[in-house]
């Protein structure tokens, strides 16, 4: 079998990269002394340096499906699904048949990314619709450290370009993270809860203001347990939901959908 030495040789990677990484004085993580949280991201940063020097906004990710789209065709209702990792591992046309919803997450991006690639990636496709899920990179410094305030601007920025356009926008909250299980480790570290909350106050605050013209979806609310942490059967490792969560989320994303489409209709 070749898994367990694959998995070896990057066991070895990690503590490797840990050596050149990680401040002097402070030791590589053993199996007795996980990375924490903040290392596991610092560690993750590096990893991605090549990316960010290179393609800061993986354009190159969508730039031949984006050219490969045919423009709309009358009286379609074009939706795109537009954000992270949580975006980027939905199998759309499973939990949406028939629909024709166009994914463009990737895995590890913060808002500047997805500002960064608006236009090729939903401004040139003509959706009717674009949902976003984001943010939560963002708390946990992915690109840097970002404040409640530069994240804000970046939702901002994106709503504003998009209604230039025409397109109407659905802010969807950040989803509550769990550390129930051992694969999720210090999730709290790289995500406090209270930051996820203070975003997502302010999401709903900016969709509820109609010169926005900004619909808010709340999958929070609906994956969140009496603790304030994503319910445990919903995701493996407290971040990334499972099939019981995309079972969750998928009838809350078509309702928005629809609300969003008809008022466009009866205006």
């Given at each position: ?26 030791s ?6 996980p ?5 596991r ?37 074009r ?36 500002l ?110 009496e ?17 019981a ?23």
């Amino acid at each position: 079998m070749v898994l367990r030495p694959v998995r070896d040789l990057l066991s070895s990677l990690v503590v490797l990269i840990c050596c050149i990484c990680l401040p002097a004085g402070q030791s590589t993580p053993s199996l007795a002394n996980p990375l924490t949280g903040h290392e596991r991201t610092q560690l993750w940063r590096q990893s991605r340096l090549s990316v960010y020097l290179d393609d800061y906004g993986e354009l190159s990710r969508y730039r031949d499906a984006d050219a490969a789209v045919k423009p709309p065709a009358s009286g379609e209702n074009r939706v795109v699904f537009y954000g992270d990792s949580i975006t980027d591992g939905w199998r759309l046309d499973d939990d949406f048949p028939g629909k024709g919803y166009i994914n463009r997450g990737i895995s590890g991006q913060t808002t500047s990314q997805l500002l960064l690639r608006f236009r090729q990636d939903v401004i040139d496709l003509r959706p009717k619709v674009v949902i976003i899920l984001a943010g939560t990179n963002d708390i946990a410094g992915n690109t840097g450290p970002m404040s409640a305030k530069d994240i804000e601007a970046n939702y901002a920025t994106i709503a504003e370009l998009a209604r230039l356009h025409n397109i109407k926008v659905i802010y969807s909250s950040v989803l509550p993270v769990h550390e129930y299980t051992e694969e999720a480790g210090d999730m709290f570290a790289q995500r406090p809860p209270g930051r996820i909350l203070e975003l997502n106050r302010w999401l709903e605050d900016y969709c509820a203001d109609p010169s926005n013209g900004c619909t808010y979806l709340d999958y929070f609310a609906a994956m969140v347990d009496e603790k304030g942490h994503m319910k445990k059967d919903l995701s493996g490792d407290g971040l990334h939901p499972n099939e019981a969560g995309y079972n969750i989320m998928a009838p809350l994303a078509e309702a928005a959908i629809e609300k969003t489409l008809s008022v466009g209709r009866s205006q």
